[in-house]
Nanobody, 124 residues
């Protein structure tokens, strides 16, 4: 069974940091761009960050630029999101996915259904 499993979420105070991980199993996504998305209560899922297959290019939503860093380790089939200077508005369930391309700073043609995600809660 092909899966992308997110982990690393938790409760943190504003200004704090968290590092999310997304581990692939059942197949490798090392040749595909990957990204992070999030969904806050009552809102639609939104793009957060994306990275090309080699890790040489990264893309961010304006709301997280300068605070979040996306990276990947293809040898471990794992995607990461380092989140610093967290704000209460970053509170959401965070999801990862792989896609076929990055265009207009967005990850397109997603390859997987959505997993369980990992909850990030930032208290003020």
């Amino acid at each position: 069974q092909v899966q992308l499993v997110e982990s690393g979420g938790g409760l943190v105070q504003a200004g704090g940091s968290l590092r999310l991980s997304c581990a692939a199993s059942g197949r490798t996504f090392s040749s595909y761009p990957m990204g992070w998305f999030r969904q806050a209560p009552g809102k639609e899922r939104e793009f957060v960050a994306a990275i090309n297959w080699s890790g040489s290019s990264t893309y961010y939503a304006d709301s997280v630029k300068g605070r979040f860093t996306i990276s990947r380790d293809n040898a471990k089939d794992t995607l990461y999101l380092q989140m610093n200077s967290l704000k209460p508005e970053d509170t959401a369930v965070y999801y990862c996915n792989a896609g076929r391309y990055i265009s207009s700073n967005r990850l397109g043609a997603l390859l997987q259904g959505w997993g369980q995600g990992t909850q990030v809660t930032v208290s003020s």
